[in-house]
């Protein structure tokens, strides 16, 4: 991106902090059709909003277990993201992956499960940023992401993968 962000970044707080979980075991992803909320008829991994007074762990396993009935084991965070968005509240998505989880994947009202192979996501499909972190993640790199929206187009963005982007989180 040429344009300089608009946005003041060490003064930008989110109104809305969420998480995202992507299991991801033999070579695919655990992501899920989105049936409500925020990104309705998207494909996503699982995940939502945290509730007053719960963790971003806590978040992301009750999240997984409301949306597709299952446990995450051991979640590993892997990322940050800050989305300072033009006509939804700005949000603070805290980015976890998991290898096995105790339960059966069901489809509820919130969600459809869909088991994709790790190089047929459908980026397309998905919101504008994902193909931006999601690939590297899977590879096994940390990382944290910057993004302005209009709408759901993004007018300005910044990656950072590795250790060091890990040092920039906001809350661990
Ligand atoms: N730009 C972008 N890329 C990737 N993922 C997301 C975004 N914006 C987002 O909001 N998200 C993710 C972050 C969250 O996991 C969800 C949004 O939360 P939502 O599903 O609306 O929260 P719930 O608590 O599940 O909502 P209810 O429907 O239960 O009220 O999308």
Redesign the pocket.
Known sequence: MTKASSVNWQTWQAE?P???MFVVRDGKVLLIE?L????KGKV??????IDPGETPLECVVR?CQ??LHITPKNPLKMGE?W?AMSDIPD?H?HVFMATDYDGVETATE?AVPMWTAIDEVPYER?????AHWLPQMLAGQMFNGR?E?TGEKIDWLEMHFGDAAAAEWKHV
Do not use: H, S, V, Y
């Open positions: 809305m969420a998480t995202l989105k409500r909320g925020i990104g996503n991994g699982p995940g939502g909003k999240e409301e949306e993201l989305f949000i998505c919130e998905m919101w504008e940023d994902d993004f929206f």
